[in-house]
């Protein structure tokens, strides 16, 4: 298709911008980023590329190459400014990333590493639920909003292309983006109509 590469192009620099705000907020202190979260995230983005590209994928992979950077960079950034803590799931997804890569790496299968890359993530995006309902804006939902469209761009390129293992993680990242995105909003509203209907200290 002609324009799969407008498609993957935009995708690329969408998702580019999509870790600015979230950088920019983290600096801010407006947002708290979890570092055993997005060192999963990390190994999530920098395999499913990888994956993704030894399986077949070119215009599809650009915006996974971006989302592994922008990761590794907010990754860094959490070890000062972000949420240290780590509970006994978030080291079972920790435990279960490396397993992945230690199963891709034995039996070199693409499609194997891809549905285990899927598998962890939605763990891990089930964590930054958890964390989003207890400090509710702890997330800044510009960043989810942007990478959401740089996900649409990167199923666009995927048009007329017969369905296969490829379609599995830009179709995967675009749903659960929407998913996240709309608790970050439910769970901020909640909070807010808490503290309007919370009696007045006198």
Not at 89 to 110: C, H, P, Q, Y
Request: with cysteine; proline share 3%; glycine share 6%.
């Amino acid at each position: 298709m002609a324009f799969t590469g407008v498609f993957a192009t935009l995708s690329g620099i969408i998702g580019a911008y999509a870790s600015v705000p979230y950088i920019r907020a983290t600096l801010n202190g407006k947002t708290k980023p979890h570092q055993m979260g997005w060192l999963v995230f990390c190994i999530m983005n920098g395999a499913t590329f990888l994956s993704q590209y030894l399986a077949g994928g070119r215009a599809s992979v650009v915006l996974f190459f971006t989302f592994f950077l922008g990761s590794l960079i907010i990754f860094i950034l959490s070890i000062k400014y972000g949420v240290r803590d780590t509970s006994r799931w978030d080291r079972i997804l920790f435990g279960s990333a490396i397993i992945m890569i230690i199963i891709w790496v034995l039996t070199r299968n693409n499609h194997i590493a891809i549905w285990l890359t899927v598998i962890i993530d939605f763990a891990a995006m089930a964590i930054m639920v958890l964390k989003v309902k207890n400090e509710p804006n702890s997330e800044d939902p510009q960043a989810w909003l942007i990478a959401t469209v740089a996900f649409v761009f990167t199923c666009l390129t995927l048009i007329g292309k017969p369905l296969s293992i490829l379609y599995v993680r830009p179709v995967y990242g675009l749903v659960s983006d929407v998913v996240l995105l709309c608790f970050i909003y439910y769970y901020r509203n909640k909070s807010r109509e808490k503290i309007h209907s919370s009696p007045l200290e006198v």
